[in-house]
Nanobody, 122 residues
Framework: QVQLVESGGGLVQAGGSLRLTCAAS???????MAWFRQAPGKERVFVAA????????DYADSVKGRFTISRDNSKKAVYLQMNSLIPEDTALYYC????????????????WGQGTQVTVSS
C-alpha cells in the first residue's frame, strides 16, 4: 500500500502560482496518478491525472490551460503546477493512485493523505 504525502500549498493572491508535490513511499512507476481537491462544504473532485509513463495527461475543464500535472518516477513524485490561480481553486489538494473508466478518473483506493491546503485570495 503506497503512502502519499502532499506538500507545496499555501496562501497566494489571485493570478499567482503554486507548485504542489506528492511524494510516494514506494515506486509509482506502474501507477496512474491524479490530483483531487476538496473545497469547504463540497465533495472531493478530480483535478488532473497522468498515466504511469507520463505520456498522457488529463484535466478537469475548470483547470485546463492553467494547471500542469507531471511526474518523475525516479523520484517517486508527482507534481501539479498551478498558474493563474483564482479564488475558486481554494481547496485541500490530495494525490492518489487513479484508474480510468470511460472519460472519468477515479481514486483507486479509499484512503487519503493529509492533503495540502491551497488558499487563493481575491
Amino acid at each position: 500500500q503506497v503512502q502519499l504525502v502532499e506538500s507545496g500549498g499555501g496562501l497566494v493572491q489571485a493570478g499567482g502560482s503554486l507548485r504542489l508535490t506528492c511524494a510516494a513511499s514506494v515506486s509509482i512507476a506502474f501507477r496512474h496518478m491524479a490530483w483531487f481537491r476538496q473545497a469547504p462544504g463540497k465533495e472531493r473532485v478530480f483535478v488532473a491525472a497522468v498515466t504511469n509513463n507520463g505520456n498522457i495527461a488529463d484535466y478537469a475543464d475548470s483547470v485546463k490551460g492553467r494547471f500542469t500535472i507531471s511526474r518523475d518516477n525516479s523520484k517517486k513524485a508527482v507534481y501539479l503546477q498551478m498558474n493563474s490561480l483564482i479564488p475558486e481553486d481554494t481547496a485541500l489538494y490530495y494525490c492518489q493512485e487513479t484508474s480510468r473508466a470511460g472519460s472519468n478518473w477515479y481514486p483507486k483506493y479509499n484512503y487519503w493523505g493529509q492533503g495540502t491546503q491551497v488558499t487563493v485570495s481575491s
